[in-house]
């Protein structure tokens, strides 16, 4: 049962450019919007989260957009660097509990 | 301050077989979860533990289960292994409040043969 769909699988952006990965969600009772970045042979870790009471939230080159009518929200990268490749999954949780998480989409840099 | 330790971090079983998992979550962390990640399913929730407590399930089968201990280190075992068990298992911990972020360990790779 998915109740978090992301897309792209897989994206290649030149050094510099905008990565744009999105997200839609099915159950309204979410409550909270992380995105995860994980490198090979590692864990998940959290990259930047939004609630839904919030539109917009940027941390440096990392901005989450949240459109909660249309239930989806989605994570740009600005200036995207070779060392942010790796796998985003997007995710969505009550009370940041039993976290869903998206299938993932595989980021590559291009220098 | 130490992050998340999972042991071991690669194991290889037989089917048939039973295992157990070892998560140390960061000092001062009381909730523990697990997930399970596969190339085909992506990261599937197992189960939540809090003080010592189930507090979440995910949709997977009684062979799957955990525990916690008073020190909120938690263990994942799965008895009579399948071949698609195979998979990265994680675990996560926070502090256990609605608020909370909840911090990854590398994982254990476990292989079914």
């Known amino acids: 049962q998915q109740q978090v769909k992301q897309s792209p699988q897989s994206l290649i952006v030149q050094k510099g450019g905008i990565s744009i990965i999105n997200c839609a969600y099915e159950?309204?009772?979410?409550?909270?919007f992380p995105w995860y970045q994980q490198f090979p042979g590692k864990g998940p870790a959290l990259l930047i989260a939004i609630r839904p009471d919030v539109s917009e939230k940027k941390e440096g080159r990392f901005t989450i957009s949240f459109n909660k009518s249309a239930k989806q929200f989605s994570l740009h990268i600005m200036d995207s660097q070779p060392g942010d490749s790796a796998t985003y999954f997007c995710?969505?949780?009550?009370?940041?509990?039993?976290?869903?998480f998206g299938a993932g989409t595989r980021l590559t840099v291009k220098p | 301050k130490a992050g998340v330790t999972q042991t071991p971090r690669y194991l290889i079983k037989t089917r048939g077989q039973q295992v157990t998992l070892s998560c140390s979550p960061i000092?001062?962390?009381?909730?523990v979860s697990w997930y399970q990640q596969t190339p085909g399913q992506g990261l599937q929730f197992l189960f939540e533990y809090f003080s010592e407590t189930q507090r979440n399930k995910g949709n997977f089968p009684g062979r799957f289960s955990g525990r916690q201990f008073s020190n909120s280190r938690s263990e994942m075992n799965v008895s009579t292994l399948e071949l698609g068990d195979s998979a990265l298992y994680l675990c996560?911990?926070?502090?256990?409040?609605?608020?909370?972020?909840?911090?990854f360990g590398d994982g254990t790779r476990l292989s079914i043969l």
């Open positions: 159950n309204t009772a979410f409550d909270y």
């Open positions: 995710a969505a949780s009550v009370g940041r509990r039993d976290m869903r």
């Open positions: 000092s001062g962390h009381r909730s």
């Open positions: 996560a911990s926070s502090l256990g409040g609605s608020n909370q972020p909840q911090h």
